[in-house]
């Protein structure tokens, strides 16, 4: 029951000793190099990924359209981004580093300039349904890669190097702790019930008061800023951008992660963008063999399991812990005393 | 939920319709005047005049392709009219957007039913009560008191509002595994949970069995009386038609033909020759 205070705060505070955990776990194996260098950058990349494919769910799985330029908007962050951090430095605040509040600031901006094309490019393009919005994004997207290639600030089709490698575990981390926080709150209340009945069915979400534009766009925004700051990562991560990083092969390799990993469930993205990340760097000794491999497990799960790997199915350490300690679940029920005009009413006819 | 114990008599308005004595000064629920559309050179609906009192059911009858339908979605603004006015509860409807008029007051039901079938009975209800939660995208993201608030109250609304029908039990199922009966209940639920002043159903009983319709009929009586609502319903079922409607409003190749009582309108020989053609001679 999304209503119940005692129920999320336990459950809060359950993900957030999980969380801390994981990251305090990570991190002593990174510095005792357990986790080499080279893993460790895998496992950048997954985060990196993770934030752009959770992020993509939201307007493909919980709003039920098919955007193409989720690339587009990376692009968009990742050059903002880099662009910050690359002209203007800021001093040290007592213990805190200022590279990293720049970094912080600057991943920031690039969301936000993200966001605002988001919106840009969603109000006229949300009119539109199904192949017409994919067309149209995907159009976007290529817009975005030409600009860059053609205007001087981006370096143009030379690309742009020189950006300071900041993207570590921690700030890979944070951001997806927020993505998913954000997206898992959103969804459970009654802004998340409004984007998904879009996807059920637009015309009775409208006849049931829901405002289509405004809710179209309100996913669309929060994916695109996430988009955004998931390129900035990406570009603080291999330091040097070029237009073609992001090319709408970028766009369908995150769709492909969101429907692998099931349309509207984050669990499902998660699981989807690691094993799609790690797969081909493990592949890496069978190069001839790597796309062929890829490309059939894509195959096989479409077929065998089409709806994803998840479904719509969440993964939850709450639930977990319920199911071992057979507790029941928390079912909505009226109240005990709760009396209603039944019995009156059959006395009376 | 209020129940009005004793109705008032029906009393003959100007409109052409049977109305509760208690409606007669209050204004209209609903007001239509001079209504069409035209769909390209079709015309669909042509000079459809109506008025509905607060707490009146009337029924909108027909031969298939008679406009039933059209008129609906002309009513929720679906399809923009053409020519004429729709008033409800006294304002002008021109130019607003479905959304907006489901919060001036009218919630539909569809004759295909439309319910969210991946989303729990609950959500769906707690969709039709989105309206009524008052907070914003970063009170819900923070989860701030007001979201706990609202999510509270509306849980037991929603419940209270399935007890209606006797499906609060079936709350964490999910819409699309519903039996079909139950779906067309839960569609009515989602609608009134929006707090309507006037509820339209398109269809309610189609493919339901007779005692399934009689029971849709006490169903009806009874939104009307607890919820204290304007009822406009398109029925091919002439027993629940007659049965539950105070007027009617028979409609042919999207004109009015008929507009009556129950009574007057299953002895008007314009609608018997509409519904079953003329008599060769």
Redesign the interface.
């Known amino acids: 029951?999304?209503?119940?205070?005692r129920a999320?705060f336990k459950r809060t505070l359950l993900n957030t000793c999980l969380c801390l955990a994981f990251f305090v776990t990570v991190n002593y194996m990174i510095g005792a190099r357990i986790l080499n260098r080279y893993y460790t950058n895998i496992l950048n990349l997954v985060l990196i990924y993770v934030v752009a494919a959770v992020s993509l769910n939201l307007t493909c799985g919980y709003l039920g359209q098919l955007p193409l330029g989720h690339a587009g908007f990376m692009s968009l962050g990742g050059y903002t981004a880099a662009i910050i951090t690359t002209r203007f430095s800021i001093p040290d605040i007592g213990p805190i580093p200022g590279q990293a509040v720049l970094f912080f600031l600057a991943t920031v901006a690039g969301g936000i300039v993200a966001m605002i094309a988001g919106v840009l490019i969603g109000l006229p393009a949300l009119r539109l349904k199904g192949d017409y919005l994919a067309i149209i994004t995907l159009a976007f997207g290529e817009i975005i890669r030409v600009l860059v290639q053609n205007i001087k600030i981006t370096g143009g089709a030379m690309g742009m190097g020189g950006i300071g490698k900041y993207t570590n575990f921690s700030w890979g981390f944070f951001w997806t702790v927020m993505v998913v926080a954000?997206t898992f709150?959103?969804v459970n209340?009654?802004?998340?019930?409004?984007i998904?009945?879009v996807r059920?069915?637009e015309?009775?979400?409208?006849?049931?008061?829901?405002?289509?534009t405004y809710y179209k766009i309100?996913a669309f925004a929060g994916a695109a800023f996430f988009a955004g700051v998931s390129g900035s990562l990406f570009a603080h991560h291999i330091c040097y951008l070029e237009p073609g990083n992001f090319g709408y092969n970028m766009s369908i390799e995150m769709l492909v992660m969101v429907v692998l990993g099931g349309l509207g469930s984050i669990s499902g993205s998660i699981i989807a963008a690691t094993v799609l990340t790690i797969v081909p760097e493990v592949l890496q000794t069978f190069a001839t063999w790597k796309m062929i491999i890829y490309s059939l497990l894509l195959v096989v799960v479409m077929i065998f399991k089409p709806s994803g790997l998840m479904g719509?199915f969440e993964l939850s350490a709450a639930r977990l812990i319920r199911k071992i300690f057979r507790r029941k679940e928390d079912?909505?029920?009226?109240?005990e005393n709760?009396t209603?005009?039944e019995e009156t009413?059959e006395q009376e006819t | 939920?209020n129940?009005k114990p004793e109705r008032s008599p029906l009393v003959p308005v100007p409109s052409g319709f049977l109305m509760r004595e208690e409606d007669v000064d209050k204004t209209p629920v609903l007001e239509i005047r001079h209504l069409g559309v035209d769909f390209g050179g079709l015309v669909a609906v042509e000079d459809f005049n109506m008025a509905l009192g607060r707490t009146e059911i009337a029924g909108l009858i027909g031969p298939n392709g008679a406009g039933k339908t059209t008129v609906f979605n002309l009513l929720?603004n679906?399809i923009e009219p053409t020519r004429g006015i729709i008033m409800i509860d006294g304002y002008d409807t021109r130019g607003k957007?479905?959304?907006e008029i489901?919060?001036m007051g009218v919630?539909?039901t569809?004759q295909n039913i439309?319910?969210?079938?991946?989303?729990t009975v609950?959500?769906n209800v707690?969709?039709?009560?989105?309206?009524e939660?008052k907070?914003s995208?970063g009170e819900?993201?923070?989860?701030l008191p007001r979201?706990?608030d609202?999510?509270?109250?509306?849980?037991?609304r929603a419940?209270?509002l399935l007890?209606?029908f006797n499906m609060?039990d079936m709350?964490?199922w999910k819409a699309g595994s519903l039996p079909y009966g139950a779906q067309r209940r839960l569609e009515i639920v989602?609608?009134l949970?929006?707090n309507p002043s006037l509820l339209l159903l398109d269809e309610p009983a189609a493919g339901m069995n007779p005692s399934e319709t009689l029971e849709l009929m006490k169903n009806i009586r009874?939104i009307r009386d607890?919820f204290s609502i304007a009822v406009l319903l398109i029925e091919h079922d002439m027993n629940l038609v007659m049965g539950v409607c105070d007027g009617i409003v028979v409609l042919n190749y999207g004109k009015i033909i008929a507009k009556g009582s129950p009574e007057d309108i299953m002895s008007d020989p314009v609608v018997i020759e509409a519904y079953l053609g003329k008599a060769d001679q």
């Open positions: 029951m999304s209503g119940n205070r999320y954000f709150l959103l209340s009654r802004h998340g019930r409004a998904k009945s059920e069915d015309i009775a979400a409208e006849s049931v008061g829901i405002n289509l309100v719509d079912v909505p029920q009226l109240p709760y209603e005009g009413d | 939920m129940r929720t679906e957007k479905p959304y489901c919060r919630a539909r569809f439309r319910l969210f079938k991946n989303m609950l959500e707690k969709i039709g009560l989105h309206n939660m907070y995208i819900a993201v923070f989860r979201y706990f609202n999510e509270e109250v509306s849980d037991l419940l209270e007890s209606f609060q709350a964490e989602r609608a949970a929006t009874r607890e």
